[in-house]
């Protein structure tokens, strides 16, 4: 059977949320391997530092020290699993998708997740890597 593996992320900056935990699913390895036209889950459970009506996505590839987006298809976190507005010190489960898109190169590099509110500051943020392939 297929299991997801827990990461500890460190993370940056004072008003990061605290990440309690951190799924990719399925991930029974590391790097985690990304089969092109397959759909991975995410879950991360936090702690909020900050209050925040609303909360968006931002996803990026890590390569080379360049940051490329990687599109999801719902950057809403009100819409993936966290009930907004956000309260400061209230912990939350966000879900959503990773979809491995087949016209992608099969590569190593480190996906990056961010989750901030309206005014840009980082709810959480987190990095795993990752290797692309057929």
């Not at 309690?20 to 991975?40: A, M, R, W």
């Not at 819409?79 to 966000?94: A, R």
């Not at 087949?102 to 590099?109: A, D, M, Q, V």
Request: glycine share 6%.
């Amino acid at each position: 059977a297929e299991t997801a593996r827990q990461y500890r992320l460190f993370l940056a900056g004072s008003v990061d949320g605290s990440i309690q935990e951190v799924n990719v699913s399925p991930c029974p390895t590391q790097p985690c391997l990304l089969h092109k036209g397959t759909s991975y889950s995410i879950n991360v459970t936090f702690a909020s530092k900050i209050e925040s009506q609303g909360s968006k996505a931002r996803v990026y590839g890590e390569m080379l020290h360049v940051d490329i987006p990687f599109p999801i298809p719902e950057p809403d976190g009100c819409k993936s699993g966290i009930q907004c507005p956000i309260q400061k010190g209230h912990s939350y489960s966000y879900l959503n998708k990773l979809p491995v898109k087949s016209e992608y190169p099969s590569i190593k590099l480190i996906v990056k997740w961010e989750l901030v509110d309206d005014q840009d500051q980082m709810l959480f943020c987190w990095k795993i890597p990752v290797q692309i392939t057929s």
